[in-house]
């Protein structure tokens, strides 16, 4: 569920040496993808580049055209928009079109050997010093020699943008509470719905420190940090103190420095400053969102070990991010929901319901929310099987009272595991009130073997709800007979098959009452 991977059906084309020194024997000038940094992440738009079509391969030999039968094919371009899959980072999706001219000096002014074209970019890979745009042929034929122009979708790249810088900024909190020491990246995978970030530690990442990283980036996220990225001499960018290279990496004479709340060039004013620590520094070739706020929201989704001394965290921005917070609160309040259960069987069942939709791969959870319900419903778990196991009904009511204080309702209705006896049930009642003063409440005792039910009811004169009136709406729908007065009542019947039904009717009837 947490991999980032291409399509099922994609599929992938390469230039081997063979085809990228051929090129340079064809005197085929090198794809210069510097343009790929001009883009307005504020409004989500970016240039329309001219360009050339230089070659067109398809996987076996570079042809002079293609057309719709071509099926895959790969466009090599003199310059580009579109960012290449690289430093973990997946390639940019969008449209190739028809330029001015065809190649051979015409245009639509100049006769009509002009055509339009349209290519539909799937995937970018950059061979050597030329970069395939990989993909179809959606009308037209194209040739090489063609003017073309770059279209990027820029609505794709801007959650990859957002997840690749959020994975300097989750970087940085490691270290801060992880220990210089102990962190170092071991490699990283971003795409538009998630980031995947690899590092080395010693053991499982506690759930503290799972929160305080989160802590850490919201504060990122709050103090809306500019974000600067400058291309400078690696001579230069090493002295900066705080920076964070990938170990092992081999880095280019020239290297791009995306820096996360300060400018470059601040930074190699005065590059020996221990202030620089504060800040998120690397070497990165990948896109940038340029202001933290942009993240809008972070969560954790998953922490694992993947070989010795290594872990991995999955976590995402945005609306993703977004969607998992809410995602949890929806489930958290149905979790809480069954705190009131006292019916072993009921509660079980439902308990069994909601951890099978948590263990669903669809399912994405913030990884804190995750284990507090895992843990919670364990203890759901737990109190069934106790209840099952002692029929302790004075346990119950006192479990039920809190559940009810805790979930800040006005009233509680429930079974409680007394049997048909109204002494029993009135005991339940008083724990009941003792440990949540103010609050209503209608609890039902069944003796199964002789299909009875009894029932009793309190309410508080603060509330507007009378319990005689309360308990008629019981018998009106389970049988029996009963009354009593406004702040107490009770009831009992010979057909305890309807208490389920009457436990309905009784939260309906309590839930109108409260509600004018």
Same mark, same amino acid.
């Given at each position: 569920?947490?991999?980032?991977?291409?399509?099922?059906?994609?599929?992938?084309?390469?230039?081997?040496?063979?085809?990228?020194?051929?090129?340079?024997?064809?005197?085929?000038?090198?794809?210069?993808?510097?343009?790929?940094?001009?883009?307005? $992440?504020?409004? &989500?738009?970016?240039?329309?580049?001219?360009?050339?079509?230089?070659?067109?391969?398809?996987?076996?030999?570079? $042809?002079?055209?293609?057309?719709?039968?071509?099926?895959?094919?790969?466009?090599?371009?003199?310059?580009?928009?579109?960012?290449?899959?690289?430093?973990?980072?997946?390639?940019?999706?969008?449209?190739?079109?028809?330029?001015?001219?065809?190649?051979?000096?015409?245009?639509?002014?100049?006769?009509?050997?002009?055509?339009?074209?349209?290519?539909?970019?799937?995937?970018?890979?950059?061979?050597?010093?030329?970069?395939?745009?990989?993909?179809?042929?959606?009308?037209?034929?194209?040739?090489?020699?063609?003017?073309?122009?770059?279209?990027?979708?820029?609505?794709?790249?801007?959650?990859?943008?957002?997840?690749?810088?959020?994975?300097?900024?989750?970087?940085?909190?490691?270290?801060?509470?992880?220990?210089?020491?102990?962190?170092?990246?071991?490699?990283?995978?971003?795409?538009?719905?998630?980031?995947?970030?690899?590092?080395?530690?010693?053991?499982?990442?506690?759930?503290?420190?799972?929160?305080?990283?989160?802590?850490?980036?919201?504060?990122?996220?709050?103090?809306?940090?500019?974000?600067?990225?400058?291309?400078?001499?690696?001579?230069?960018?090493?002295?900066?103190?705080?920076?964070?290279?990938?170990?092992?990496?081999?880095?280019?004479?020239?290297?791009?420095?995306?820096?996360? &709340?300060?400018?470059?060039?601040?930074?190699?004013?005065?590059?020996?400053?221990?202030?620089?620590?504060?800040?998120?520094?690397?070497?990165?070739?990948?896109?940038?969102?340029?202001?933290?706020?942009?993240?809008?929201?972070?969560?954790?989704?998953?922490?694992?070990?993947?070989?010795?001394?290594?872990?991995?965290?999955?976590?995402?921005?945005?609306?993703?991010?977004?969607?998992?917070?809410?995602?949890?609160?929806?489930?958290?309040?149905?979790?809480?929901?069954?705190? $009131?259960?006292?019916?072993?069987?009921?509660?079980?069942?439902?308990?069994?319901?909601?951890?099978?939709?948590?263990?669903?791969?669809?399912?994405?959870?913030?990884? $804190?929310?995750?284990?507090?319900?895992?843990?919670?419903?364990?203890?759901?778990?737990?109190?069934?099987?106790?209840?099952?196991?002692?029929?302790?009904?004075?346990?119950?009511?006192?479990?039920?009272?809190?559940?009810?204080?805790?979930?800040?309702?006005?009233?509680?209705?429930?079974?409680?595991?007394?049997?048909?006896?109204?002494?029993?049930?009135?005991?339940?009642?008083?724990?009941?009130?003792?440990?949540?003063?103010?609050?209503?409440?209608?609890?039902?005792?069944?003796?199964?073997?002789?299909?009875?039910?009894?029932?009793?009811?309190?309410?508080?004169?603060?509330?507007?709800?009378?319990?005689?009136?309360?308990?008629?709406?019981?018998?009106?729908?389970?049988?029996?007979? &009963?009354?009593?007065?406004?702040?107490?009542?009770?009831?009992?019947?010979?057909?305890?098959?309807?208490?389920?039904?009457?436990?309905?009717?009784?939260?309906?009837?309590?839930?109108?009452?409260?509600?004018?």
């Amino acid at each position: 569920a947490f991999g980032v991977q291409k399509a099922k059906d994609a599929v992938t084309l390469r230039l081997e040496v063979e085809q990228t020194d051929r090129l340079q024997r064809m005197g085929c000038p090198i794809t210069n993808d510097n343009h790929k940094y001009l883009w307005s $992440v504020s409004q &989500g738009v970016g240039p329309a580049l001219p360009a050339r079509v230089i070659a067109i391969w398809n996987g076996k030999d570079f $042809v002079r055209k293609a057309d719709r039968s071509s099926e895959t094919v790969g466009l090599v371009l003199d310059r580009t928009t579109f960012y290449a899959e690289a430093g973990g980072q997946v390639a940019d999706k969008g449209v190739i079109s028809a330029g001015a001219g065809n190649g051979d000096g015409q245009t639509p002014d100049g006769g009509e050997s002009w055509q339009f074209w349209e290519f539909d970019v799937t995937d970018v890979q950059k061979f050597g010093s030329f970069v395939l745009h990989i993909g179809s042929i959606k009308s037209g034929t194209v040739s090489a020699g063609s003017d073309a122009i770059c279209l990027v979708d820029y609505a794709n790249r801007m959650p990859i943008a957002s997840n690749h810088t959020a994975t300097h900024v989750l970087n940085f909190a490691l270290l801060k509470h992880l220990g210089q020491d102990d962190v170092s990246q071991k490699g990283s995978l971003v795409d538009g719905e998630k980031l995947r970030f690899d590092f080395n530690h010693n053991g499982p990442v506690s759930l503290e420190k799972i929160e305080a990283v989160e802590k850490e980036f919201a504060k990122v996220i709050d103090a809306k940090l500019d974000i600067y990225s400058q291309e400078v001499p690696q001579i230069s960018a090493i002295q900066i103190d705080g920076l964070r290279a990938v170990f092992g990496e081999t880095y280019p004479d020239n290297v791009r420095v995306v820096s996360v &709340g300060k400018s470059v060039k601040e930074l190699l004013r005065n590059p020996k400053n221990p202030e620089w620590r504060n800040y998120s520094i690397e070497f990165c070739g990948g896109t940038h969102v340029d202001n933290s706020s942009y993240f809008e929201n972070f969560v954790i989704l998953h922490e694992e070990g993947i070989s010795k001394g290594v872990r991995r965290l999955i976590a995402t921005t945005r609306s993703s991010a977004r969607q998992a917070l809410k995602t949890a609160q929806t489930l958290q309040a149905r979790v809480n929901a069954l705190g $009131v259960i006292q019916d072993a069987g009921v509660l079980n069942e439902e308990v069994s319901k909601l951890r099978s939709e948590m263990e669903n791969e669809n399912c994405i959870l913030p990884l $804190v929310q995750r284990r507090a319900m895992e843990n919670q419903l364990g203890e759901l778990k737990k109190k069934a099987s106790k209840v099952t196991s002692s029929g302790d009904f004075l346990e119950a009511a006192v479990q039920l009272a809190e559940a009810t204080v805790a979930s800040g309702a006005n009233f509680a209705v429930a079974e409680v595991p007394a049997g048909a006896n109204g002494k029993s049930l009135s005991a339940a009642l008083t724990e009941f009130e003792k440990k949540a003063p103010g609050k209503a409440a209608l609890l039902f005792g069944v003796d199964s073997t002789k299909n009875k039910y009894a029932v009793i009811a309190s309410a508080p004169a603060s509330l507007n709800l009378n319990a005689n009136e309360w308990i008629q709406a019981v018998v009106a729908v389970a049988g029996g007979k &009963g009354g009593g007065k406004a702040d107490k009542a009770q009831a009992a019947g010979d057909d305890a098959s309807k208490v389920q039904e009457a436990i309905a009717a009784a939260k309906k009837f309590a839930t109108e009452k409260l509600s004018k």
